[in-house]
């Protein structure tokens, strides 16, 4: 009992004076901490430290710490490593294999509630293959990646039940089987840790249940049979008035099971089967320090320091009672301390997942070629008030979403009838100035408006998980819209809602035959693949000015790729051809609203090995579906979100940071290294992160040939950015007709066929894949250092 109450009275004095520095930060999610070591030096550990520092050579050390932690283990260059154990004061232990201050492959981590995680780490963090089992008697065993479960794993849980198959980010994700501890047992595919898709649930009596899913309920087409060999199959809902089906008896038994209710199913025999959510882990081993020092005997004159086990220096920010060191030594000494700080913070830091961690000391060094702007961005588009050419044209667009989202209809099935996707299937209504029955009054000129398949378009919000209400807030609200210059050569015009989370532009009749024709597809797509980069579709709609004019207008509602709370500094436009492909702005009008394109790239793209992966998979997808369906011309619009930059405005190279400085960066919220363990502690937080939106990134800069003019991709020089990526593919309704056929005769006269946008679909997706995954590429151990 005493050792534990001197165990604990040392974790809170270490809490409190850290707490203390804390609030003295001038950062709000500040990452710094204060060493705290006494003055007295031990003439045994200062003997250690002249015999094996600074000649790289590996020794055994015993070191009880200033702050109580206690380790013993190998040594070298004041850093655990090769095999040591590490005991914290609040009972947390590591044993296992250490690589310079980093926990680095294979070991056990204990938690004092009794917790246990033993297997592979890689920089502080839980990955590779290994073993959790919890306090409540949980065990997982399978695959990690940064302290989450993902890959393929198993895990048994205290109560008897049992989960074995596919996890993404801590959750059941993909196809795995659930056994509740009664028998009863589900087969098929996940979603965010719930039973989403299409699977088998079995019960113990033999009744069994072959269909689709939704938040862990029948939902959708199944069939639900009996061992007796009679079966009720149709269309599953927990809202009785929904479900509809037929029973099938079987042959000897005609009267069986006439009694039976579908709602039974939700209401009886699905009552007790819930997954277990296990529980969630105190803290991570990432978020542990290391209080360990370099003796001033030493002969380098660093003072102590605090190191976080993925090896991040992390240093005093105040000198309490003269028992802790700022960063900056005194005197004549203090230029070449920081030099070696900067040096061994440089060298060591990696940040999780490439997000920044948030550092009160950091500046930009001036003189770097790139710039962003440094006052706020400005925003895009021009407001269209009255007076302005489309004010009407918005107007009837505004009134027509209103009543076209706000009409009544029955709860729509994700599961379509094919009548729906017909082209014909569209509905007329007039807005006369005085108002209808149907539709109120307004201050515009009459005009007539047309929904296109209207069911699949609500359906397809609903998939997407659009709310009705704040659609028509967005679009229909007190807010103007904005409209748009043209990007591009089609002649149509785009608006942005005042929110940026929609964008309207306006079409040819082509291009709506176009996404008619594929909307039965598109809509598989896009349900199947969650994750599609494909752009979002969200209504197609037509206005008709009555009168003379009799002109018709068509457009379509598309989610806007770039809405992110992060500012965008760079724009590209990539489609993999190079004629035509570079901006026509001088260098002094590119601004961030600027879409740059091929020929302008001067990045590669380096994703994390996990969303690499999935990037190159859906690439493939969305790019097979689009060549299925004969669209070409389609393009990859990337948005990048520059983290580090100078107070001028100065782009900052991740290997190129020093302690002194102004402490934030304009254009984004930043994140703390506690932050981003809390992340992981709870990943439904990881909401706002997903594959083409706000993913965290490096890009390593590129210079072409001043000899090769059609050069698309420069030759890497080693230059790395931290960045915030969004992206998709955009511009999806160019089908390979008799004009573009025409147009890639005629162009192929003149220039070389590969260089030129119009090709065929096949070949057009093939040139546009390879360009791709050369311009993107997996972050790798050698890059992530840099």
């Known amino acids: ?69 206690y380790y013993t283990g ?18 947390c232990m590591f044993v296992g294999e250490w690589f310079k201050g980093k926990t680095m492959g294979k070991g056990r981590f204990s ?30 065993k399978g695959h990690w990646i940064m302290n989450l479960k993902h890959g393929q794993g198993v895990k048994n849980y205290a109560n008897g039940d049992w989960y074995e198959g596919e ?27 719930e039973i989403c898709g299409k699977g088998t649930f079995v019960w113990t009596n033999g009744n069994r249940y072959d269909g689709f899913w939704d938040d862990g309920l029948p939902k959708g087409n199944g069939t639900f049979k009996w061992p007796d060999g009679s079966f009720y199959v149709g269309n599953w809902s927990k ?33 007790d089967c819930k997954i277990c959510a296990g529980e969630k882990v105190s803290i991570l081993p990432s978020q542990k320090k290391l209080a360990l020092w370099r003796s001033t005997k030493s002969g380098d004159g660093v003072k102590p320091r605090r190191l976080l086990p993925e090896g991040r220096v992390s240093v005093g920010v105040e000198r309490p009672l003269d028992k802790t060191q700022m960063w900056h030594g005194e005197g004549d000494e203090s230029s070449d301390v920081a030099s070696r700080n900067a040096m061994v913070r440089r060298d060591l830091e990696e940040d999780l997942l490439g997000l920044q961690i948030d550092d009160a000391n950091s500046r930009g060094i001036p003189g770097l070629p790139m710039k962003v702007p440094t006052r706020r961005p400005k925003r895009q588009g021009e407001t269209i ?173 598309m989610g806007n790729l770039l809405c992110t709370e992060y500012s965008i500094h760079k724009r590209f436009d990539l489609k993999g051809s190079s004629l035509g492909r570079a901006t026509d702005k001088p260098e002094t009008e590119i601004d961030e609203t600027t879409i740059l394109k091929d020929l302008d790239l001067n990045f590669i793209f380096r994703l994390q090995k996990s969303w690499f992966q ?25 948005g990048l979100h520059f983290r580090e930059t100078s107070a001028a405005g100065d782009l900052i190279s991740s290997e190129a940071r020093t302690p002194t400085g102004d402490p934030e960066s304009e254009g984004g919220p930043h994140f703390s290294r506690s932050d981003m363990d809390q992340l992981l ?72 066929p590969t260089s030129i946008s119009a090709v065929d679909p096949r070949q057009y997706s093939r040139r546009f894949r390879e360009f791709i995954f050369k311009i993107f590429s997996e972050e790798t151990g050698e890059t992530s250092r840099n």
């Not at 990452?31 to 003439?43: I, K, L, P, R």
Request: with cysteine; charged share 25%.
């Open 1 to 69: 009992m005493s050792k534990e109450s001197g165990v604990m009275k040392a974790w809170e004095a270490t809490l409190r004076k850290t707490q203390a520095a804390r609030k003295r930060a001038n950062s709000l999610f500040g990452t710094t901490s204060v060493a705290h070591a006494d003055d007295d030096e031990d003439s045994g550990d200062d003997e250690d430290n002249i015999n094996g520092s600074d000649t790289g050579e590996t020794y055994h050390a015993e070191r009880v710490l200033p702050n109580g932690d």
């Open 74 to 91: 190998q040594w070298s260059e004041n850093f655990p490593h090769g095999q040591g154990k590490y005991l914290w004061t609040d009972g």
């Open 111 to 140: 938690w004092p509630s009794g917790a246990t995680y033993e297997g592979e780490f890689k920089s502080g963090y839980m990955d590779g293959m290994g073993t959790y089992t919890g306090t409540n008697g949980d065990t997982y």
């Open 167 to 193: 996890w993404r980010r801590g959750l059941q994700e993909g196809q795995g089987r659930y056994q509740w501890k009664s028998g009863n047992h589900y087969v098929g595919e996940w979603r965010n840790g």
């Open 239 to 271: 809202d009785p008035s929904d479900q509809n089906g037929t029973y099938y008896p079987p042959g000897s038994s005609p009267e069986a099971n006439l009694e039976w209710d579908p709602q039974d199913v939700y209401n009886v025999d699905l009552r």
């Open 385 to 557: 008030c009255k007076g302005h050419k489309n004010y009407e044209l918005m107007l009837n667009l505004q009134l027509g979403i209103r009543h076209s989202v706000g009409r009544p209809a029955p709860a729509a099935s994700l599961d379509l009838k094919h009548s729906a996707f017909d082209p014909k299937e569209k509905v007329w209504t007039r807005f006369p100035p005085e108002g209808s029955k149907y539709t109120p009054p307004h201050q515009s000129c009459e005009f007539k408006w047309k929904d296109y398949c209207p069911l699949v378009f609500r359906t397809l919000r609903k998939l997407f998980k659009v709310d009705a209400a704040d659609y028509m807030i967005s679009i229909c609200g007190n807010d103007a819209l904005r409209e748009l210059s043209s990007p591009g050569k089609s002649g149509s015009f785009f608006y942005l809602t005042n929110d940026d989370r929609y964008m309207i532009k306006t079409i040819k009749k082509a291009e709506a035959k176009v996404l008619l024709r594929m909307l039965s597809a598109y809509y598989n797509h896009v349900r199947a693949f969650e994750n599609t980069l494909v752009t979002k579709f969200y209504g197609l709609h037509c206005v008709k000015l009555t009168g003379p004019i009799q002109k018709k207008v068509r457009f379509i509602i």
């Open 614 to 638: 999935e990037f190159c998979r859906q690439i493939d997808r969305d790019c097979e579906f689009l060549e299925q369906e004969r669209i070409m011309d389609y393009s990859l619009l990337v």
């Open 681 to 752: 502690l709870d990943p439904s937080r990881w909401a706002s992160i997903r594959l083409g939106l706000n993913m965290p990134a490096r890009v390593e800069k590129t210079v072409r040939r001043s000899d090769f003019e059609y050069q698309i991709i420069g030759e890497p020089t080693g230059e790395y950015y931290k960045v915030i990526m969004c992206f998709g593919i955009i511009d999806i309704l160019q089908d390979y007709d008799i004009s573009k056929k025409l147009e890639h005769a005629y162009k192929s006269i003149q220039y070389d």
